[in-house]
């Protein structure tokens, strides 16, 4: 499965808030983070919680504390589904 | 809705379907207590202890792990297997520099298969929460202060790759056995929350 994003890659999240079940917890919604890896390809999880299969890769992305909270000096590793993710 | 994740209905929707598989002499009871028990009689910290202490000990080992857990994981005779399909496990190594605390931020996503039951801190709403925008004050509650300029990774098992640290190697255990490092490691210090 060809990948839309690369190691180093810039990247903004979702802000949608959707009414189904969803992988992309709230406070890190329309945040900008850096792609660290890929974590494999996985049926997304909002399709599959309706009983439908459609895998896409699935991203690390690393935020700064500061995008996500606008405090602290630490990050928080995510695992986000492409459809989750854009161009920042 | 990620914020209300829960495993209730799905919960019923699985007590249900085994009533109806056992009512069609699908499926023995019996035979799923054992297996359920099998696993868990299986799924104890003392695996992730026997992990971290060949990885002190084993530098190739070490580096397959950070690499590819999955792929080390049989040198011990361990897996992610267990549940329905196997888990990837990521692990994150600590060093001088750089400190790693792991949350499951939408339920409890936890490597049952090498750390045993989640202690019921870890999937507390408190812990799940304030962990991810103050960790640092988190593991102060824990007793573990870290000095100012260590940097902080979460790692949120938000989706379908579990986590477990590897802590330091405490200094002074030149001459310990891989038996006697194993006893050393706690299970916090596999999450995160304690040094070792």
Redesign the interface.
């Known amino acids: 499965m060809s990948e839309r994003f690369r190691e180093s890659d810039r990247v903004r999240t979702s802000t949608v808030?959707?009414?189904?079940?969803?992988?992309?917890?709230?406070?890190?919604r329309g945040r900008v983070g850096t792609v660290v890896g890929g974590?494999?390809v996985?049926p997304l999880?909002d399709l599959r919680a309706q009983g439908v299969e459609r895998p896409q890769p699935?991203y690390l992305v690393?935020f700064t504390?500061r995008e996500?909270?606008g405090h602290?000096?630490?990050?928080?590793?995510?695992?986000?589904?492409e459809d989750y993710l854009s161009d920042e | 809705?990620?914020?209300d994740?829960d495993d209730s209905p799905i919960a019923a929707r699985v007590r249900e379907l085994e009533a109806v598989l056992e009512e069609k002499g699908l499926l023995d009871a019996a035979e799923l207590d054992r297996a359920l028990e099998a696993f868990a009689h299986k799924a104890t910290p003392a695996n992730g202890f026997r992990v971290v202490a060949r990885a002190w000990v084993d530098e190739e080992f070490k580096a397959k792990l950070l690499d590819d857990a999955n792929e080390a994981l049989p040198a011990l005779g361990l897996s992610m297997g267990g549940g329905l399909q196997v888990q990837?496990l990521h692990v994150v190594e600590n060093t001088e520099k750089v400190h790693n605390v792991v949350v499951c931020?939408?339920c409890s996503c936890y490597p049952i298969a090498l750390l045993g039951p989640s202690p019921t801190w870890y999937k507390s709403p408190a812990y799940r929460s304030k962990v991810?925008?103050?960790?640092?004050e988190v593991l102060e509650q824990f007793g573990f202060e870290l000095p100012g300029d260590t940097?902080?990774?979460?790692?949120?098992?938000?989706?379908?790759?579990r986590y477990m640290v590897l802590p330091r190697r405490p200094e002074g255990t030149e001459q310990l056995s891989e038996e006697e490092l194993a006893r050393l490691v706690t299970r916090n210090g596999l999450i995160g929350t304690a040094a070792v």
């Open positions: 808030d959707p009414d189904h079940h969803t992988r992309l917890p709230n406070y890190a974590d494999g996985h999880a699935v690393r504390a996500l909270f602290g000096d630490h990050t928080v590793t995510l695992s986000l589904w | 809705m990620s914020d994740h990837r931020t939408l991810v925008s103050h960790p640092r940097e902080i990774r979460v790692w949120d098992a938000n989706a379908e790759s």
